[in-house]
C-alpha cells in the first residue's frame, strides 16, 4: 500500500503498528504516525529520525480543532493518490461496572472510542474516497490496499460474547463503535472504501495490563496486519475480525 495513518500511535499498539509497517515486505511509501503530544513522544520520534517514510503528526481525537492541519499536512505528502488505510487505534478504559461507573466515564469513554473515530474518518474521508478511486491500481476490489478503515475495537463490545459488567463504560463505547464501522461499511461501499472493526486481543500494554494480558504487542499486530492482507472485496466489509482471523460475532 502507498500510505498508512495511526491515531495513538506513541505507545502500545499503535506504536506497534507503526515498527511493524516498517518491516512489511512491502513497506508503505508514508506512514503517518498521529498522536496528541509528539513533542513527548521519544519513542515515536526516534523511529521517524531514522526512516524518512515516518512523519509524526500532531492529532488529539478528542478535539476537533487539531484534525485541520494534519488533514492538511497528509494531503500535502498523498497528493492525487490519496490515503490508503486508517487505523483508528486511539481509544481509553476505565473499569467500573453498571452501579460504580460514573456518567462523567461514560461521557469521556465516549467522546474518545466513538465520536472521536467519527470525526477523524469524517475528516479525512475525502482523501479515503481518492485513493478508492486512484486510476493507476490494477485492482478494483475493495481491500487495504485500495481503500479502507480499521477502528480498533475489543471482543468486550460484543453483545453476544458478553458474560460480565466489568468496564461497562469500556463495552458500551465498544458496542457504539462496532455499529459504527458496520454504518460506515454502507455508507461507504460506493465509494469502494472497505471498513472493518478489529478485536486486537487482550494485549500486553498499559491499557491491558502488563503483567495479567496474555498476548504480546508484536503477536498481536502481526495477527492484525495479517488478518487485513486477506480481506478483500463487499463481503469482507462491515464485520468484527479477532486478531487470529476469525470473524466474531456483534
Known amino acids: 500500500m502507498f500510505s498508512v495513518l495511526v491515531t495513538g500511535a506513541n505507545r502500545g499498539l499503535g506504536l506497534t503498528f507503526v515498527r511493524q509497517l516498517l518491516n512489511l515486505a512491502k513497506p508503505p511509501e508514508h506512514v503517518f504516525a498521529c498522536c496528541r503530544s509528539p513533542e513527548n513522544a521519544a519513542d515515536l520520534q526516534t523511529i521517524a529520525s531514522n526512516n524518512p517514510a515516518v512523519k509524526v503528526l500532531k492529532l488529539d481525537v478528542a478535539n476537533k480543532l487539531t484534525y485541520k492541519d494534519t488533514v492538511h499536512d497528509v494531503e500535502q505528502i498523498v ?36 465520536v472521536g473515530t467519527l470525526g477523524v474518518t469524517q475528516a479525512f474521508l475525502p482523501i479515503l474516497r481518492r485513493a478508492a478511486s486512484f486510476t493507476n491500481s490494477d485492482d478494483e476490489t475493495m481491500s487495504i490496499e485500495k481503500s479502507a478503515i480499521v477502528n480498533i475495537s475489543s471482543i468486550m463490545g460484543s453483545i453476544t460474547l458478553n458474560n460480565s459488567s466489568s468496564a461497562v463504560a469500556y463495552r458500551t463505547s465498544k458496542a457504539a463503535l462496532n455499529m459504527l464501522t458496520n454504518c460506515m461499511s454502507i455508507e461507504f461501499a460506493s465509494y469502494g472504501v472497505l471498513a472493518v472493526a478489529m478485536h486486537p486481543g487482550w494485549v500486553q500494554t498499559d491499557m491491558g495490563g502488563v503483567d495479567k494480558a496474555p498476548v504480546t504487542p508484536h503477536e498481536s499486530v502481526s495477527g492484525v496486519l495479517a488478518t487485513l492482507d486477506k480481506l478483500k472485496g463487499l463481503d469482507a466489509s462491515g464485520k468484527c475480525y479477532e486478531y487470529t482471523g476469525r470473524t466474531l460475532p456483534w
Open 79 to 114: 497528493g492525487d493518490q490519496g490515503l490508503n488505510l486508517l487505523i483508528n487505534n486511539a481509544g481509553i478504559i476505565s473499569r467500573g461496572n453498571v452501579e460504580n461507573a460514573s456518567t462523567e466515564d461514560m461521557e469521556r469513554l465516549y467522546q474518545v472510542n466513538v
